[in-house]
Structures are given as C-alpha cells and as structure tokens.
C-alpha cells in the first residue's frame, strides 16, 4: 500500500524546499526496515534489522523482495559499491557480509569477513571511501574500522575510552573516515596515510552526536542527539557552530544527510511522528519543517538519490519511504 501526500514546507523567507512524502508499507511485518541505498537502475534495498533479511524495492512496480538471512544477523546498515555489489553489517553476528544481487534468493550466497577480534561483535554503519575501500563503525565493540574490500583485511582502531559508542560515520574526499563517538561529546577520525587515530572535543560536555554528513568545502556536519542541535565543525580551523533544532531541546535529532543544493536534512525523532527538518547553510537557518506521516518511533539513517533528487528512509512503523524535494 502506498501512502502520498505533498507538504509545503514552512520557511520564514525566500523560496522553501517542497517535500513530497512517499510511503509503502513493507510486507514483512514487523522486521524494522532501514538504511536504504539506491541502486543505479532506480531500485532500492534495505536492510531488516529485526527480521534478519536484505530486501528490494521497485518504485516502478511497487513490489518487494526478500533475501532471507542463513543466520540470526541482525542486518543494521547497508550500502551499494558502484558495480552493486550489497555490503552489509551482521550487528548481531560480528560481520560484515557481501552479497552479489545475481545470486539473490540463493543459499550460501553471502560471503562474510568476520571480524578479528571476537570482542567485536556488532558492526554497525558503513561508508565507502574513495578508494573503494569500506569504513565502519562498532557501538558496542567501541572501535572504528577499515575493510580492504580486495583483501578482506579488517583493521580496528579503539576508542579513547569505554562506552564512547562509535555511531555514524562519513568519509571526505581525502579518504578520511569521520565518526560520530554518541557516548561522548566528541567526534573521531583516523588519518588515511598514516592511519593515526584522533578524537575531536566539542565544546559542550552535554553534546552527543549521532550522525554525521560532510560540506563540499569540508566540513563535518553532525547532529546532536542528546541537546537537539545541528552542529558544524571546521577541520582547517578547529571551529565550532551550532543551530539549535525547530523543536529544540527534546528535537532529538537522527538520520540526516544533504541534499544537492548543499543543505542539510535531518529527522526530529523527538516528536511523534518525526518531522523533517532542513538547514540552508547560506541563510544559516532553517528553512524547511515537515511532518512525516506514519514516522513514530525513530528515522534512524537516510540516503539522499541526486538523480531523483529523493531522500529515502525506513521508519520503526515498518515503512519505506521516500521524501523527494523541489524548489
């Protein structure tokens, strides 16, 4: 089934993003659909966390289909290599998996790189780097990671201190991965050439970042969880901004991501149901504030497609969806 409705985004001055909001209801009940990535040819495949399973979407023809997991994974995020190649993290099983669509619906189809330290147990996000080689994240393992895709060779790099949740993460044209550390006010990157690890203190102790998007001219945008800000770190000057969210303190802002105008989006997860918020960085305010239907519980990743210029999500209420922007 699906689910439209065209919302006019509020905006105090000049010409406001349109948002289009999209939504199907996935036929796997109850499996916590998320972290879409959208495939060349236009399709769109997600993850089911809670139901153990790699899915297709076709927009064209509305349907589903599902890739049954051999074991207990826990799929939490998923992303494409551009020859489509479906990298997947095992959260529950401590791996990361590869499944070639060709061989979709097949026994023994994923091959998986386990991770080399058993206390390392649940992968969490991924990112591709220029190189094509994968980056990660693991909360629980507390460590960022690196997947030489040819080799398979898995590199971790600890966190500075227990519990310091590595969550989402980005990498920037230099190859450098950005990571959000939620259980801490901090951020943490690891230099490509010399794979040197770092952490970043923000100013506020109370911050607590949960994703994270990249400027063009650089700069690492994340959003803060704990406080309800949007905040702006400068890598060259070791600078700080922040803009407090619509709903403010209790915005508890989650997925985010940017757009092809360069402004940032991100999901109030606080109100019920989420709303969509954006920030142009231009006017340095928001200019965009919309509820999603059918969004309560928690938005927790998008992905924005350029060629549809469309963000899509999966929501805790068991939908896909698709937020397409115009102005």
């Known amino acids: 089934m699906m689910l439209s409705l065209a919302l006019a985004a509020a905006a105090a001055a000049a010409p406001a993003p349109t948002v289009t909001i999209d939504a199907w209801k996935v036929p ?11 495939a060349a040819d236009g399709r769109v495949w997600f993850v089911g ?31 494409l290599s551009r020859d489509g190649i479906v990298w997947y993290t095992g959260n529950l099983e ?12 097949k026994d023994g189809a994923v091959r998986k790189y386990p991770m080399p330290d058993p206390a390392v147990d649940d992968p969490h996000t991924l990112a591709w780097a220029p190189d094509g080689n994968l980056w990660f994240t693991a909360q629980k393992g507390n460590v960022l ?30 190859d450098r991965p950005w990571a959000n550390l939620l259980g801490t006010h901090k951020l943490a990157t690891v230099d ?28 690492v945008w994340a959003v803060d969880y704990g406080a309800g800000y949007l905040v702006r770190y400068d890598p060259k000057k070791r ?3 922040e803009w407090l969210a619509p709903a403010g303190d209790t915005a508890r802002p989650y997925a ?9 989006w991100f999901a109030e997860s606080g109100p019920q149901p989420n709303r969509l918020v954006c920030f142009d960085p231009a006017q340095e305010k928001f200019v965009a504030d ?22 899509w999500f999966g929501t805790d209420t068991n939908y896909l969806m698709r937020a397409t922007i115009a102005d």
Do not use: C
């Not at 349907?63 to 207990?72: E, G, P, V, Y």
């Not at 898995?154 to 969550?167: C, E, F, I, Q, T």
């Open 94 to 105: 401590g791996y990361i998996g590869r499944l070639d669509p060709r061989d979709f619906g």
């Open 290 to 311: 919309v509820e999603v239907p059918n969004a309560n519980g928690a938005i927790r990743h998008m992905v924005f497609d350029p060629k549809t210029r469309a963000f």
């Open 192 to 219: 490509p050439e010399t794979f040197a690890y770092e952490e970043i203190t923000l100013p506020r102790e109370a911050a607590r970042t949960r994703r994270i998007a990249l400027g063009k001219d650089g700069a």
């Open 256 to 264: 985010m991501g940017v757009d092809d105008r360069e402004r940032f």
């Open 239 to 241: 600078a700080v901004q």
């Open 28 to 38: 796997y009940e109850n499996s916590r659909p998320r972290d879409p990535d959208v």
């Open 145 to 174: 990671g690196h997947l030489d895709v040819k080799t398979g060779a898995v590199r971790l790099w600890p966190a500075s201190k227990p519990d310091s949740r590595p969550y989402g993460i980005v990498v920037d044209a230099q």
């Open 49 to 79: 966390q809670a139901g153990h399973y790699i899915a297709v979407f076709d927009p064209k023809s509305a349907s589903f289909t599902k890739h049954d997991l051999a074991d207990r994974a826990g799929p939490h995020n998923l992303v």
